[in-house]
Nanobody, 127 residues
Framework: QLQLVESGGGLVQPGGSLRLSCAASGFTLDPYAIGWFRQAPGKEREGVSCIMSSRISTDTNYVDSVKGRFTISRDNAKNTAYLQMNSLKPEDTSTYYC??????????????????WGQGTQVTVSS
């Protein structure tokens, strides 16, 4: 079965940190770009970050609201991608999803067609 599984979400105080993981099973992540997205209740899905397939480049992209706070990375040996989230704010509260696809991580990566999606993990930032 081809799937992505996110983990690492939870409840954290403002200013805290979390690291989300996105593990692939049934296929290898190496050929694919990885995207992280989030969606809060009543809001549209937002593209948070993207990292290119390592076969192409090491380019990354971030939505402005998380630049300098979030870092996307991948470990092809572990077939896993990560989203390190620091200095978390209440407005970061959302369900976070990872996706894999043959896309370029340019400014409109969120509007591209992604091939695989995870089920999501909840991140709540609250005191």
């Amino acid at each position: 079965q081809l799937q992505l599984v996110e983990s690492g979400g939870g409840l954290v105080q403002p200013g805290g940190s979390l690291r989300l993981s996105c593990a692939a099973s049934g296929f290898t992540l190496d050929p694919y770009a990885i995207g992280w997205f989030r969606q809060a209740p009543g809001k549209e899905r937002e593209g948070v970050s993207c990292i290119m397939s390592s076969r192409i480049s090491t380019d990354t992209n971030y939505v402005d609201s998380v630049k300098g706070r979030f870092t996307i990375s991948r470990d092809n040996a572990k077939n896993t991608a990560y989203l390190q989230m620091n200095s978390l704010k209440p407005e970061d509260t959302s369900t976070y999803y990872c996706a894999a696809g043959t896309v370029f991580c340019n400014g409109d990566f969120a509007r591209r067609r992604w091939d695989f999606w995870g089920q999501g993990t909840q991140v709540t930032v609250s005191s």
